[in-house]
């Protein structure tokens, strides 16, 4: 299953937020969206999940989910959005409440989500007792659950330490690795983008406008080579120079606030 962001633009009042963004991530690919902050990354996740209806386009799917998919487009937030009075399996069962009726059949589902992401051994666990790298995995086993097509992810690795982050990043790799599930993912920090990412879509500064598509010529299993690292560094450096005075610009005027 394909999503498309065709000629999307977004005022909130008199502020244009995104100008014309078209795009597509493709069934199975892993589309980063980066730029300046302010430039409308988050907004844009937004509206391709349906969370809030674009001034003018369209985000759209095409093709068919897979036949074991119970909702198509699934987020992962930076914040968690855990329920605090549900154990670790019950915030990954809640999605699955209405949709599998039978609670042996839930169970299976639970128990190869936690699996997945190294969690078996906390699911009567709360989020108060787990660390945040932890949390956010209990947030990636709730949307696997429902085996989307396309996970859309916003920031979810922003709030961790770069060591946690490391581990995540590693995780994500795995996960994605069999290309059975797309995801777009926005970002602000570029290691990220090019370690996980097949295309990178780079945002000018508000009105958030597509600058540049940036391929990744690189598997992912290929970039967790130390052999990769200065390629890495290399588009690190390419994609920074795409974004800096226009970050350097958005910085002034905070300052000057």
Known sequence: MDLIADHISHRFGALDVLDDVSFTARAGEVVAVVGPSGCGKSTLLSILGGLLEPSSGVAKLRGVAPPESLNPLTFVFQDFALLPWCTVAENVEFPLLNAIVDAAARRAVVDD????TGLSDFRKAYPKQLSGGMRQRVGIARALAVRPAILLMDEPLSALDSQTRELLMED????????????????????????LADRIVVLSRRPGRVREVVPIPMTRAERGELHAREK???LQNELWS????????????VQRG
């Open 113 to 116: 989500a936690l699996s997945r």
């Open 242 to 253: 795409l974004i800096r005075t226009e970050a350097i610009d958005v910085e002034r005027e």
């Open 172 to 195: 994500f790799v795995r996960l994605l690795a069999d290309a059975t599930m797309g995801a777009v993912y926005v970002t602000h920090n570029l290691e990220e983008a090019v370690r």
């Open 232 to 234: 890495l560094l290399a």
